[in-house]
T-cell receptor
């Protein structure tokens, strides 16, 4: 059984198009993430949701919009695609229970990654 | 903010030789550190993590790492390399803001027969 799955695995499209990448996890985790890995393999966090609440929103163009219909799904919509958007996009999840005042923070949580979506913009 | 630096973007070892991958961290709070491995065309997989319970951490596939506060290091080692260890290795630190991992630039390991 796949723990974190992403579709599609490959996505080739023209500049200016709008596309979506879907992510699903069956681990029962509360937190999900989107990362971008560039051609030099550098990994950068883009967004994170905890129980459908946006908790991390890095400096990303507003052409990128995450959507979490439920805590098992986190989709990434990209409008007006540009050449520089070409990369591998990874979804991940971690147990990360919702933060409550006074409780220990889940800094030690392991993140579980999907297989990646290779986006090529022509 | 926390960050990690991986020294050496590429390491080449002979099969059976020691694998040593270097990672130094910068953190204003006690760090939690991770090593992940990425095999070709796959996602990242946790090798091991330091959560302050023990300074020598053992992971999967024969890897281990030692946390040295005095040197701000968390180097990854494996006594005897196998061909299947060829992959990209990432060191990461858990940000003070709970959920965020900051990754190093990665080290590519190639194993020579």
């Amino acid at each position: 059984d796949t723990a974190v799955s992403q579709t599609p695995k490959y996505l080739v499209t023209q500049m200016g198009n709008d596309k979506s990448i879907k992510c699903e996890q069956n681990l029962g985790h509360d937190t999900m993430y989107w990362y971008k890995q560039d051609s030099k393999k550098f990994l950068k966090i883009m967004f994170s949701y905890n129980n459908k609440e946006l908790i991390i929103n890095e400096t990303v163009p507003n052409r990128f919009s995450p959507k979490s219909p439920d805590k098992a799904h986190l989709n990434l919509h990209i409008n007006s695609l540009e050449l520089g958007d070409s990369a591998v996009y990874f979804c991940a999840s971690s147990p990360g229970a919702k933060k409550l005042a006074g409780l220990a923070r889940p800094r030690t949580d392991t993140q579980y990654f999907g297989p990646g979506t290779r986006l090529t913009v022509l | 903010a926390q960050s990690v630096t991986q020294l050496g973007s590429h390491v080449s070892v002979s099969e059976g030789a020691l694998v040593l991958l270097r990672c130094n961290y910068s953190s204003s709070v006690p760090p939690y550190l991770f090593w992940y491995v990425q095999y070709p065309n796959q996602g990242l997989q946790l090798l091991l993590k330091y959560t302050s319970a023990a300074t020598l951490v053992k992971g999967i596939n024969g890897f281990e790492a030692e946390f040295k506060k005095s040197e701000t290091s968390f180097h990854l080692t494996k006594p005897s390399a196998h061909m299947s260890d060829a992959a990209e290795y990432f060191c990461a630190v858990s940000d003070e803001d709970d959920y965020k991992l900051s990754f190093g630039a990665g080290t590519t390991v190639t194993v020579r027969a």
